[in-house]
């Protein structure tokens, strides 16, 4: 059984705790498909726009530069050749596409296993609600203050999209906000600590297998 300190909505606690069943996230932490799930995630982020030119490309004249005899000099062919500087690639890089996609089923997995490491780890704080009423930094500042995350690396989950709170967070370095449907496993490791409310834990812990978020890219 895992149990979690409630911050109220000020960072400050409430006396009560958050109690669940790991099994209900996770049957364990999988470092390899947690691995896998990540390097499946950055291999999507990469744009893949490079691209070197081949001898063919290079500018230049495509007869030799001097006779094959006579000279007393090594021979030498055309100045586009790879051998020479300036010339083109051997094997020129070409645009492409890197990215690819694991089941969907063990991208959900990798999520909730993720989320399941956050908590054996200690970095979670689990909030009974999160909201702000105007998109001021300071008040988001002032919550990591409390909470003890200052000038920490965190993400903040959502039960739902919220725009007010993350137009108050974008301006703090390495803080976050994502909705739940958003989230997966390179979300949930790229930053150490996790905000979460109550309501988004329960929505992960009563979803369905099948249906769970964090098979987004």
Not at 10 to 33: H, I, M, S
Not at 175 to 197: D, F
């Amino acid at each position: 059984m895992i149990s979690v300190p409630i911050h109220s909505q000020t960072g400050e606690a409430t006396g009560r705790t958050y109690d669940f069943d790991p099994a209900e996230l996770a049957p364990g932490v999988n470092k390899q498909l947690l691995h896998d799930a990540v390097v499946m995630y950055q291999a999507n982020l990469r744009v893949g726009t490079h691209k070197t030119k081949t001898r063919s490309e290079v500018s230049g004249s495509s007869h030799k530069l001097y006779k094959q005899k006579g000279t007393g000099r090594a021979r030498m062919g055309n100045k586009r050749t790879p051998v020479r500087r300036g010339g083109g690639h051997g094997f020129a890089k070409r645009p492409r596409d890197f990215s690819y996609r694991m089941p969907k089923k063990a991208l959900r997995l990798a999520t909730r296993s993720a989320l399941l490491g956050k908590f054996l780890d200690g970095e979670v704080v689990v909030m009974e609600q999160l909201a702000v009423e105007q998109a001021k930094t300071k008040v988001v500042a002032s919550l990591l203050k409390t909470l003890g995350v200052s000038g920490k690396s965190c993400l903040i989950a959502t039960e739902q999209l919220d725009p007010l709170l993350y137009r108050s967070a974008r301006n703090i370095p390495d803080v976050g906000v994502k909705p739940a449907v958003e989230l997966n496993a390179y979300e949930l490791l790229r930053r150490r600590h996790l905000i979460v409310t109550t309501a988004t834990l329960d929505g992960f812990r009563s979803a369905d297998r099948k249906s769970v978020s964090g098979d987004k890219e």
